[in-house]
């Protein structure tokens, strides 16, 4: 059968799992005694091994696999966890990230064993166990108060206990009806003239899986190497197409014992238990033999013994017949910790990003054509009353579609940070430096296109704290610091933006230094070094290859990094900002939009050409007299409410002739950065409106100030001013 279908869904829960086990590792290395982050990462790793058998990847599969007996070995009390064991492990989520990166682009695994990484993990379960077995051998003979040498009696007992119970298993296992088609009935007898073995499995999906049809098809091929599948409750057929609860039941013949069937059963993802009994043929009723309703009955009342069953199975009360309690012990932690961590699953579904923009360009062309209709509207006068109506109709239903299309686009951020306290975590032991990242807001969220792209620029401004901004820790204790450096990343909603802040309590930037770097490269003049704030000099590190790093590593100093973050974020419609103090650190604020393809603007008009300015952008437009602009250092600006506030007049910038009289008073749209204010001079005031962004490609690509165009109701472009830039 061919599993590559299922290759997008195995890519994601595999992210996914990765993820997961990234989090509690970290987790684990603060706390190694907390057994719910231990049972975490086991069921994890655990269910990513199954994953990869399943879809034929052996490599990954052993990698998992070894991993996973380190941890049986903690889980159980075998072995302690150490800084040297977090390395390894840590290593070897590396080495699965490459597995599922290599599988993404190929369909394939590679050919890298990453026997390095599988021999550290058998050093770690071998120096243990060498270290283990002696004492184990010597206290049951000194005497039975020691705890290891009665849990190794114990657990002699209960293999033998085991061996014993599967010989007579068998025999009193109890008969299991099932309704047979005279196919299947006639298969049943073929399969027994044969003399081969019959058994009657019940499979349980957990009820957090998302594809029950899928996971059901897997654990057919897992049989298929082991026996044949003569009938199923419910058919074939319902089960494909997903018509069954969280139970299915499997008739099979086999030449083999059940117990293999039923491990390789397990192995597939998302399968809760599977309980298999023999299967006589005096148990198979057919379809006349049996009434509906009594059949009916029968089925309803088995699925709830087998689903209370798996429901038990991993309680060691329980399960007092099962003589093996250790083994007992080692499912029950597991499926504690499964319902806390998988809510979020359920409610998230999948989506192609592709279908999501085809949807986007619908709902923009379905604006346009609002748009076109209240021009129509407004040439036809005051006689159409009906077509208003019908107008405000329109808008109201693609207001509301706007709405939802970019609830659905909207993620959030958490799925970019998430892998930022690892990265810190390396970098504090790569530079020798202990350093904590503390993160708030993840849950704030920001359009998927604009997700995307951020993390980049947000992984370059964490390198950049912690390697040139958090001191040595001899410097912290000089100057009376802890001697942990932090690093805070925040994330809030400002209104139609999405600030994001990456902050910490180290150097700060020393801007002499700067001043004299950009002096010795030739940016700039001694002269203008001289006049030049502090601001404007912090801004010169945003420059293509410009570092103050005394020397190259692999962390920085290749003068690679904040240009980068500045010319992401713009091409986003973002913007940096940057505040430091020296001696006491720095904060590097990241502003977005929550959204990169419909807005709401302010239409304006400037000589015979209609523009259009964000409004999230716009504080308040003023009517101002001629006589109220003063002139400061040769920039003209006015004093609103006690506020200077320096003028942009948009007919100079866009090049063209305003159609106002110098003597009459001009409308001034106030629009905020930050905590920056600026008045943009236009001739006069259309309204508010909801326009689709278009890019303008490489056609203006070099105009800073304009960030693409929309396409009005009557069929003209208007170019959309960049506020931010002008500022």
């Not at 805070?488 to 209104?495: N, V």
């Amino acid at each position: 059968m061919d599993v590559s279908q299922y290759l997008d869904i195995f890519l994601d829960e595999s992210r996914e799992h990765l993820q997961s086990l990234n989090n509690n590792m970290l987790e684990l290395e603060q706390d190694s005694e907390n057994m719910d982050t231990i049972n975490e990462i086991f069921r994890s790793a655990h269910t990513l091994k199954g994953m990869a058998g399943t879809m034929g990847f052996k490599r990954m599969q052993t990698l998992t696999h070894d991993m996973e007996n380190v941890f049986s070995e903690v889980r159980d009390g075998n072995l302690k966890v150490n800084s040297d064991m977090i390395d390894v492990l840590f290593q070897c989520l590396d080495a699965l990230e490459g597995y599922v990166t290599i599988i993404q682009e190929t369909s394939d695994e590679g050919d890298n064993d990453n026997q390095p990484i599988i021999n550290a993990l058998n050093s770690c379960l071998t120096g243990k166990k060498a270290e283990a077995a002696a004492p184990a051998e010597e206290k049951p003979a000194k005497k039975s108060g020691g705890k290891k040498g009665t849990k190794s009696k114990a657990a002699k007992a209960d293999a033998k206990t085991d061996e014993e119970k599967k010989e007579e298993a068998p025999a009193p296992a109890p008969a299991v009806s099932m309704k047979l088609s005279e196919e299947e009935q006639k298969a049943v007898e073929d399969a027994m003239m044969a003399n081969r073995k019959l058994f009657h499995i019940t499979v349980t999906v957990q009820d957090t899986c998302l594809l029950k049809a899928a996971r059901a098809f897997l654990v057919f091929k897992a049989i298929e190497d082991h026996g044949e599948v003569l009938a199923t409750n419910p058919s074939t057929q319902d089960i494909e197409d997903e018509k069954f609860d969280f139970v299915f039941q499997i008739l099979i013949a086999t030449d083999g014992e059940i117990q293999p069937i039923l491990d390789a059963i397990k192995t597939v993802s998302e399968i809760g238990d599977a309980v298999g009994v023999p299967f006589s043929g005096e148990s198979a009723v057919s379809a006349e033999e049996q009434p509906e309703e009594e059949k009916a009955a029968a089925d309803t009342e088995e699925k709830e013994t087998k689903e209370e069953k798996a429901e038990t199975l991993p309680a060691p009360k329980e399960k007092a017949a099962t003589p093996a309690p250790a083994a007992a012990q080692t499912p029950a932690a597991a499926p504690a910790k499964k319902p806390a961590g998988k809510p979020a699953v359920n409610r998230t579904v999948r989506v192609d990003i592709e279908k999501l923009d085809s949807l986007m360009n619908l709902v923009s062309e379905l604006i346009i054509a609002k748009n076109s209709l209240v021009s129509s509207a407004t040439s036809l006068g005051n006689n159409s009353n009906q077509l208003n109506d019908h107008i405000e109709y329109l808008e109201s239903v693609t207001t509301n579609l706007h709405e939802s299309v970019m609830k659905v686009r909207m993620v959030p951020i958490e799925s970019v940070v998430t892998k930022f306290p690892r990265m810190i975590r390396d970098l504090s032991k790569k530079l020798n430096k202990p350093i904590e990242l503390y993160m708030t807001g993840e849950d704030t969220e920001l359009d998927r296109t604009v997700v995307d792209e951020i993390g980049d620029p947000l992984m370059h401004l964490l390198r950049n704290s912690a390697d040139h901004g958090i001191e040595e820790p001899e410097i912290r204790a000089q100057r009376g610091k802890p001697e942990v450096g932090s690093i805070y990343l925040d994330a809030y909603q400002d209104g139609n933006n999405v600030v994001i802040e990456v902050k910490d309590d180290g150097n700060g930037i020393d801007v002499e230094a700067v001043k004299r770097k950009a002096v010795e490269r030739g940016v700039i003049t001694e002269d203008q070094a001289a006049v030049m704030d502090d601001n404007d000099i912090i801004r010169l590190l945003f420059l293509p290859s410009f570092s103050t790093a005394k020397k190259v590593t692999d962390v920085s100093g290749r003068g690679v990094g904040l240009d980068v973050v500045k010319s992401k974020i713009e091409s986003l419609s973002g913007e940096v900002d940057v505040k430091s103090k020296l001696g006491e650190g720095s904060t590097f604020s990241i502003r977005l939009p929550l959204t990169l393809a419909i807005i709401q603007a302010l239409m304006v008009v400037v000589g015979d050409e209609k523009y259009a300015i964000a409004l999230g952008g716009i504080q308040t437009i003023e009517d101002i007299s001629p006589s109220d602009i003063k002139t400061v250092q040769g920039s003209e600006v006015i004093n609103l409410r006690g506020s200077v506030i320096p003028l942009v007049r948009l007919d100079k910038v866009v090049g063209v002739e305003s159609k106002r009289s110098p003597e009459d008073n001009m409308v001034v749209v106030i629009a905020k950065k930050g905590d920056k204010l600026a008045g943009f001079i236009v001739d006069e005031l259309i309204g508010q409106q909801e326009i689709v962004i278009k890019s303008m490609g490489k056609y203006i690509n070099k105009c800073k100030f304009i960030s693409g165009a929309t396409i009005l109701g009557d069929g003209e472009i208007a170019l959309i001013i960049d506020a931010n830039a002008l500022m």
